[in-house]
Structure formats: C-alpha cells, structure tokens
C-alpha cells in the first residue's frame, strides 16, 4: 500500500518535470529573451527614480512558448526576425517601430520550401481585397502568425482540425475587434446575421473554411489567398453540393486526406485527379474510410446503379402486368 | 355503413391524412432526388433543402395524426399482424395477381367491412407506415438537427451513415409509391380506387 502511494507521489511529482520540457526546447539563445517574454512581469531600473520596479509585461508581448517551438519558426532564434539591438536591455523604444520582415522577405524564391510556392501566394495576395483595401498595412503576419504559426491544411489529417484552424485566422480579425480595429474603422461584421441565408448555418461554420466561398479556388495552389470581396464570394450551393464539387479542388484535395483513406499506396495520382481520392469515396474500398459527408456530392455508384436496377425492374413489372391486363379485358 | 353496394371505408380524417401523406411524400421524393442529384430541373438546390425539410417536418405531424388516428377509432384494426396462415394467404393473393385475375377469377380477399386490405397490401401497409416511414423520419430529423448524431462510427462519418441509410430507406418508400399507385387502379374500373380515396366509398 505505501509503495504504491510513493509510485503515485513520483509520478505527480515526475508530471511537473515533464511538462517544461517542451519550453527547454527553445533555442537555447533565446533562454534570455523568453526569461522576461513569459513572464507577466519583469522588472526594470529606472533612471529618473534610480530604483528597480517591477511592473506588468504587456499581454500582447507575452510568447506562450510551447506553441512557439510547435510552430514553423520553433527553431529560430529571436533575432532571426528581430533586431539584434533587442539584445540590449532596457530595449530601445524606437525599436518597436522597425519594420518586421514579410514572408517573401525570406521565402521569396526560396528552393527549400518551393513547394509552398510562395511567389505564387504572393501574386495571389496582391489580388485579394485585403491588399486592394489596406494596402502595406495587410502583412501576411495578419492571419500567419509568424510565432505560432503551424501548415496545418498540410500535417493534420484531420478535416476539422485544418477548417477549425484556417476559420480561427479569419475570426481572430473578423470576429475580434481587438485586430479587427488595426486594419478598419468599420464596424465588427455580424457574421452570424451576414451568413443567415446559408442552411445550417453552424455545419457550415464547423466543416467548411471560410475560403471555400471566400476565395477563387486555384487547382495548383495549396490554399487560395485571393480573397474576395464580399460581393463576389460563391452563394451558389450547387458549387460544393455537386458530383463536381469545388470542395475537391479545395479541402479534399490534400494528399494527408487522401493517405488518410489508407490506401492511397494502390492508387497513383495524378495533378489532374488533385488528391480528389478521399473525397469522392467513389470505389468501395473508399467507402468506409471517409469521415465527411457533403449532400449531393458524396454519392455512392454502386447503390445508385442497385437503385436504378430496382426501380427499373419494378417499372418494368408494372409495365408488364399492365399490358397483360390490357390484352386479357 | 353501405350503400347501393357501397362500403363507407375511408373516414374523412383518414381521407385527410392520405392525401398529405401522398403530397409530402411526392415532394420529398422529387426534392430528394433534386439534391442528392444536385439537379435544378425542378427545383434549385437551396429550394429543395428547404422544401424537403418542411415537408419532412409536414409529413412527421400528419404521421402522428395517423397512428392517433389508428389508435383511438376502429381503423387500426385493419393493420393488426395474424401470422398464423400468413404464408398461405399471401401466395394465395400474389397467384391472383400474376395469373388469377387474367383468368377472370374473383380476388382470394375481396374488400369488406372488416377487411378492408388483401393480406399482400395490409403486410406491404404495415411494413411501409410502421417501420419505413417512421425510419425516414428519425433518419430525416436526425440529418435535420446533425449534431446529434455520432461524429464517427468506426471511423466512418455517423452523418454519412444517415444519410445513406435515410436514402435507402426514401428510395424503398419511392418504389412502394410506384407499386401502390399501379395496384390502385386494379378496381371495379382502373379509377374506382382513386376516387374512394377521395369520397371515402369504396365500390
């Protein structure tokens, strides 16, 4: 009894030891930075009262560093991105004003991660009415947040969690005044009211991205960034709701979808087919491996073939029984 | 109750719910098939969502009036399940239909006061209005209302499973519709059943 009230004790105690490590994975550059960065407090000398005070950090200057090393950038070091002068404490507030490098800073052209195709996200961005909007002032940091950021519509196999994670970077602006206030003096859009002629409403919202309507649907583009302006987003239900759905061209078409079908090693793809495997279910050895379904494009062949063979029997029957009766009056 | 030769069959409350039942059921047929199609030939997508759950919903209340209906007159008689001789009954009943009445035999159950279905359409009856339609209608409210259905079923989508379920079991109800509206016409004259069901007389 009292040993394993000790192995209990260990292990609560063990929990507490496990659970910083993640944070010890931050590069060890950093150690300084993060010490006042994770803090709710730091404290300063002030030179006007020749004291040290301690006061509240800034929220917004708080990192949560597990999601940091979860993120693209987990391995950077703070002044990858930062200004060097940021090793210098008390920091210089001018810093606060030097212009943080974009995305195609870094990315643009860049081989290592040409599959990400930056230049063309870019050329699509320069479209969208984010940037016909606001201009210089919409950085891609505005929805990719460059210290948490994760490629989740790339890594999860899981079609909830990439539409949970793609909506909450358009919510995290749309639906928060905080950010919403950065780039607009109008008013928060009622989203809810806006969407009231989309049927289940709320399905919607939990299984389709807002980009499925809100974007043009590029084929050979991993996510569409041309966002459109309002007027111009898709109300046509049949878009999705059709044996040619565009959602297969969008969501379903990843290839971390369609690996999740289980047999993705039997089937060759081909850019035309665009990963559309896991969506369309069309063979049997798809049907029961799925986890979505979307009215009028998920349709099984083989029932729908037993359907037309039963309905054309039973025609046929009356049919028959009818002419029999017609001739033996 | 009788007249020249006339059985009072079909009460008016019964006449009522038959009629709402056949309306609803065409509507959600053609409006089913309209999105499981994506078809816009009569009915454009987003109608027909809206349509089939009204008439989903439509169809549910008339279905309550009649199992009340069947309960508290003498109508639900009709669909009491005697299985002894069933077998025998219902071979005697298929026989005439395939080769009896081209004989000019008279029907093995002809319609009386107090058997107002042949033994092939009261098990059909049975079958379609107690396990088929209240099917459809659990499956309906169930992709009406889709979070309450199980997310997956051994990794398959709980919503999938319904709706493919709700379908088979809609196309089922479309089949027994074709079969129900051609047997009708075997009457008295190819009308006479029709138009009981709009007097209530059968002849």
């Known amino acids: 009894m009292l040993s394993s009230i000790r192995a209990i004790l260990l292990l609560f105690v063990f929990s507490f030891l496990v659970v910083p490590v993640k944070s010890q994975m931050v590069a060890e550059e950093n150690k300084l930075c993060i010490e006042c960065h994770t803090s709710q407090s730091f404290t300063i000398h002030n030179d006007w009262t020749g004291m040290d005070e301690t006061r509240l950090m800034n929220p917004f200057y708080i990192l949560d560093t597990v999601r940091f090393v979860d993120g693209v950038h987990g391995a950077f070091q703070c002044i990858d991105c930062h200004s060097y002068e940021y090793e210098t404490y008390p920091h210089n507030g001018e810093l606060k004003l030097e212009p943080l490098m974009t995305c195609i800073d870094c990315h643009g052209g860049d081989d290592t991660y040409a599959s990400y195709q930056f230049d063309r996200v870019e050329e699509e961005f320069e479209k969208s009415i984010h940037r016909e909007l606001l201009g210089d002032q919409f950085t891609c940091s505005k929805c990719h947040d460059q210290h948490y950021y994760t490629p989740t519509a790339r890594t999860s196999s899981n079609v909830k969690e990439i539409v949970e994670y793609s909506n909450n970077m358009c919510l995290s602006c749309h639906d928060n005044m905080i950010k919403y206030q950065l780039v607009s003096d109008k008013e928060k859009p009622q989203l809810v009211q806006i969407h009231d002629w989309l049927p289940n409403q709320e399905l919607h919202f939990n299984r389709v991205r807002c980009i499925e309507c809100h974007t043009v649907v590029q084929d050979s583009l991993m996510v569409s960034h041309n966002i459109l302006p309002k007027e111009k987003a898709t109300k046509n239900c049949v878009e999705c709701h059709s044996s040619n759905s565009m959602l297969q061209a969008s969501l379903y078409k990843y290839q971390n979808l369609r690996l999740r079908s289980g047999n993705a090693e039997n089937d060759s793809v081909s850019s035309g087919e665009v990963y559309s495997g896991s969506f369309q279910f069309l063979s049997m050895n798809n049907i029961f491996s799925n986890q979505y379904y979307v009215i009028g494009a998920s349709r099984i062949p083989l029932l729908n073939t037993i359907f037309v063979l039963i309905f054309v029997f039973t025609v046929a029957g009356i049919v028959t029984h009818a002419i029999f009766r017609f001739l033996k009056k | ?203």
């Not at chain 2, 089939?52 to 919903?57: C, D, E, K, R």
């Not at chain 2, 008689?77 to 005697?92: H, V």
Request: proline letters at 3%.
């Open chain 2, 1 to 203: 109750m009788s007249a020249e030769g006339k059985l009072y069959l079909y009460p008016l409350w019964l006449r009522i719910w038959h009629g709402m039942n056949a309306l609803c059921i065409i509507i959600l047929i053609v409006t089913g098939l309209s999105m499981h199609y994506s078809t816009s030939i009569l009915f454009k997508f987003e109608s027909a969502v809206a349509v089939h759950n009204i008439s989903g919903v439509v169809l549910t209340i008339f279905y309550v009036l009649f199992l009340a209906g069947n309960l508290v007159t003498e109508n639900g008689k009709f669909y009491q399940i005697k299985t002894k001789g069933l077998k025998n009954r219902m071979q005697q009943q298929i026989k005439y239909y395939v080769s009896g009445m081209f004989k000019g035999e008279t029907s093995p159950y002809p319609v009386t006061a107090t058997r107002k279905f042949n033994p092939l359409q009261k098990y059909s009856y049975i079958g379609v209005m107690y396990i088929f339609v209240p099917l459809v209608i659990i499956t309906g409210f169930a992709l009406l209302f889709p979070e309450t259905i199980i997310e997956d079923v051994y990794q398959v989508s709980g919503v999938m499973l319904t709706a493919i379920f709700h379908s088979i079991v809609g196309f089922f109800i479309m089949i027994f519709l074709f079969v129900h509206l051609y047997v009708a016409s075997i009457g008295k004259s190819p009308v006479s059943n029709y138009k009981s069901m709009v007097t209530g007389w059968h002849s």
